[in-house]
């Protein structure tokens, strides 16, 4: 792909348009735009000049001299992507979204929330709860990413088995076009039959077909009663297979989350402290929730039966703070480990997720790699770390990976899953993309995104690649 580099011409244009203390080109200050939290070097570039927009219109003129001078233009959030979706490698333009921050509006009487792009998830949890409302999107860097990452991203987390990923969790939102129009797209309506649906199509795209500057996002009552329960297994397959019994049973957890004792052993290590139950084998946290004490005292007998009856050794009422600590510290204790890790995000239908598993440690097993492991249990979507073995050279182990995807993929796919849950393709993944996306629906996306995008300027050679 070729684009022009800015020329000091441009870049006069672009601190006209932001203002020079929103524009930084020195390379010290410019690094850390250079990579998201892909630590692998190998994946990093840097780009040309950084901007901070404040505005939906400031960020609608850079997009049009970015379409004016054929330089790509890569929106950025926070920057706790995993798969390399905010990376700019072919220089460029990053635009950042922190500086739009802003809370605009709660309202407690309609349940919703008005906020600009570069406001913290857990900020807006926080601000939904101290008015007695509840966010339901809880990605598990909700103390560190942003509103505008989840929607373009369309992140996941621990309650999606119960409230979806963030996609439903929102109801409207304001993007720029990558033609530099400002658009508004969705409603705040429950329901509509209105043409195209064209804010979905927006969210996930990963910054490739919009720059979301605002959004409007849906909170609800927040829970009165709630209970989390540890599970504790000798087998993997026996944890992830209570799932569906959960289900089928009529409980609707909020989440389950899954560990292998592998990993819960590495986050003891990284945080230092003993946790319940992982001498015994692994973790199954069930987070369930009741309209009183009485409800709350009922589903914890039925899922103590369930988990008794499916090989669990013993089911304890979980220390909440102190378990989803753990299950939150997953990544960071895997990069305290080592920062060469292949990080698979990948998703199976919820029947398929103990045969999926199994693979995956047989695999392993095969090509000689280290694996941490957790999962979303309750939605299929199970993150698999490998990390570098020190006995492995650089060289060995990125091949012993590529080959591992090979069979991984295919098995995925014949399962009826795909290649992310939730972290999404980016860069990193494209390839993969390429590989297993079904010729005719990759084609429908290159189509959309030629026609709305006819420069090939917004965030280039993420997903796929254009010819």
Known sequence: MKYEEISQETLCKIKS????????????????????????????????????????????????????????????????????????????????????NKILEINEDALYAVVEPGVRTSDLQAAAEAKGLFYAGDPCSGDSCFIGGNIATNAGGNRAVKYGTTRHQVYAIEIVSPTGTIMNLGARLQKQSTGYCLDQLVIGSEGTLGIITQATVKLLPKPQFTLDLLAVFHSVEDAIGVVNKVIRAGIMPTCVEFMDNITIRSVERYLNEKLQ????????????????????????????????ENGSSSVLVADSEKIWRARKSFAEAVRAESLIVCKEDVVAPVDKEPQLLHEILLLAKKYNLITRIASHAGDGN????????????????????????????????????????????GYKRKHLMEEFTDPNELEWMKAIKKTLDPNNILNPGKIFDIE
């Open 17 to 100: 348009i932001v203002g020079e203390k929103n524009v930084i080109t020195d390379s010290d200050m410019i690094q850390p735009y250079s990579h998201d939290e892909v630590t692998d070097p190998a994946y990093h570039h840097m780009p040309e000049v950084v901007a901070y927009a404040e505005s939906a219109q400031q960020t609608a003129d850079l997009v049009k001299l970015a379409n004016e001078r054929h330089f790509p233009v890569v929106p950025r959030g926070a920057g706790t992507g995993l798969a390399c979706g905010a990376v700019p490698i072919y220089g460029g333009l990053v635009l950042s979204l922190e500086k739009m």
């Open 277 to 308: 139950g992982s001498e015994e084998g692994n973790y199954l946290i069930i987070q369930v929730e009741g309209i009183n004490e009485e409800d709350l005292d009922d589903k914890a007998v039925t899922l103590d039966e369930i988990c008794t």
């Open 382 to 425: 199970i993150h698999l770390n490998i990390i570098k073995n020190e006995e492995l050279s650089y060289e060995v182990w990125d091949k012993n990976v590529k080959d591992m995807q090979q069979e991984l993929y295919k098995t995925i796919y014949a399962l009826g899953g795909r290649l992310s849950g939730e972290h999404g393709i």
